[in-house]
């Protein structure tokens, strides 16, 4: 039987609004909400036969409530567009490793401790080495980020999603190489549509 890998599960099932999204959010760049980030998820949307037929089964997230077995994933996110309030934004993740994620974590709790579900790491209050390694082990895990996979619509605060889908082509082909923490295009209701948000 031919395992399934990741990408061929879908993270977010079709039942929105979708909330709590994300247990675990590290937002790196904030305008009236955050623009750029890492986020960590855990899954369950398939059943506990077939995720372990297909050997993606890894056991309860630490600190959930059950025993459910739960698979973890990560993403790096950038914001692509917003409305013209900035209430509703449209983000792209791409895939990381979620060990890649906790390193970041583990970096940045030098300087304060995590606040979930929506922590905004102190990075300038880190001592000097500290810091180096903190942005380094950033710098690392953002260099290691795989192509964007979905396109997400979701509050300013990434807590509630109201539509998500797999990235067309097309669409990835639209996003630049490089992020900079604010909206890539002036193009609300096109994103809109590719991620198949009512506006």
């Known amino acids: 039987m031919k395992r399934k890998s990741m990408n061929e599960y879908d993270c977010f099932g079709s039942t929105f609004p979708l909330r709590p999204v994300f247990e675990k959010v590290v937002s790196l760049g904030w305008y009236d909400g955050t623009t750029s980030g890492l986020a960590q998820r855990s899954l369950c949307q398939t059943s506990v036969e077939e995720r ?17 077995p739960r698979t973890l994933c990560a993403f790096r996110y950038d914001i692509v567009d917003w409305d ?21 974590v583990d970096s940045f709790g030098e300087s ?6 929506l922590w905004s790491p102190k990075l300038w209050q880190l001592p000097s080495p ?6 380094v082990e950033l710098d690392r ?15 300013r605060r990434l807590e509630t999603l109201f539509a998500a889908k797999r990235i067309t082509t097309s669409a990835r082909d639209r996003l630049p190489p490089v992020f900079d923490g604010l909206p890539v295009s002036n193009d609300f209701d096109y994103w809109a549509e590719c991620v198949g948000l009512r506006t």
């Open 130 to 135: 500290a810091k180096e390694r903190a942005t």
């Open 84 to 104: 013209a309030d900035q209430d509703r934004r449209i983000f792209v993740l791409s895939p990381i490793a979620v060990r890649e994620f906790e390193r970041v």
């Open 52 to 68: 372990a037929q297909n050997g993606v089964l890894r056991g309860p997230v630490p600190g959930s409530s059950g025993d459910a």
């Open 112 to 117: 304060d401790s995590p606040t979930w579900p």
């Open 141 to 155: 895990c953002l260099a290691r980020a795989k192509c964007p996979e979905y396109l997400v619509a979701s509050d």
